[in-house]
């Protein structure tokens, strides 16, 4: 199994929207509404932003909404702050009954 | 508040066998509707999903690392350790312990509580 692909790196300005997608396969991203964000700060464990595609756990910023369309995921930020810069990866459940994570992606607030 | 914290040792030789202990507090393992599970992360690099145990017995591990991995759950400590074996240098990484909710016919959750993490070094 590969890691879905992801961008290396997105930037915007504070309150602008940048979008981080995540590409898999019909095995996977495509197959199964099951896609999942992580947001991570330097040395800190990962945070779930957004699961089964779209739904946010409670107390995640109503900021961050997440789609998908065919093989590709979505994560958008909205009206960017400093503090929304980290590292954030995507995952989804597999055909396997597993669990695939994406390369991850360096959000740079400029 | 649900907290999972890590332990284990910090360096392991080539060959032998990494074991790591995840001490849950603040709820149970037993908790019907959760897995527990194990995810790490090379240095500089992105997350691999290990695997995930639940207490009913259903067990799912990542195909590359199956030969080599197990996930175990001990109710009367309120503990789930990993262990894998014959490890290299390319295990080293940073090893969290987590907790996922089973999927229903119409969700799957995500991972939605972390322990802090532990750095496990390969090396002789």
């Known amino acids: 199994q590969s890691a879905l692909t992801q961008p290396a790196s997105v930037s915007g300005s504070p309150g602008q929207s940048i979008t981080i997608s995540c590409t898999g396969t019909?095995?996977?991203?495509?197959?199964?509404?099951?896609v999942s964000w992580y947001q991570q700060h330097p040395g800190k464990a990962p945070k779930l932003m957004i699961y089964?595609?779209?739904n946010r756990p409670s107390g995640v910023s109503n900021r961050f909404s997440g789609s998908k369309s065919g093989n590709t995921a979505s994560l958008t930020i909205s009206g960017l702050q400093s503090e929304d810069e980290a590292d954030y990866y995507c995952?989804?459940?597999?055909?396997?009954?597993?669990?695939?994570f994406g390369g991850g992606t360096k959000l740079t607030v400029l | 508040q649900l907290q999972l914290q890590e332990s284990g040792p910090g360096l392991v030789k080539p060959s032998e066998t990494l074991s790591l202990t995840c001490t849950v507090s603040g709820g149970s393992i037993s908790s019907s509707p959760y897995y527990w599970g194990w995810i790490r992360q090379p240095p500089g690099k992105g997350l691999e999903w290990i695997g995930i145990s639940r207490y009913s017995g259903s067990t799912y591990y990542n195909p590359p690392l199956q030969s080599r991995v197990s996930i175990s759950l001990d109710t009367s400590k309120n503990q789930f350790a990993l262990r894998l074996t014959s490890v290299t240098a390319a295990d080293t990484a940073v090893y969290y312990c987590?907790?996922?909710?089973?999927?229903?016919?119409?969700?799957?959750?995500?991972?939605?509580?972390w322990g802090q993490g532990t750095l496990v070094t390969v090396s002789s």
């Open positions: 987590a907790r996922k909710r089973a999927c229903s016919s119409s969700s799957c959750y995500g991972f939605d509580y």
């Open positions: 995952s989804s459940y597999t055909s396997s009954d597993t669990w695939l």
């Open positions: 089964d595609v779209s």
């Open positions: 019909s095995s996977d991203v495509g197959g199964y509404n099951y």
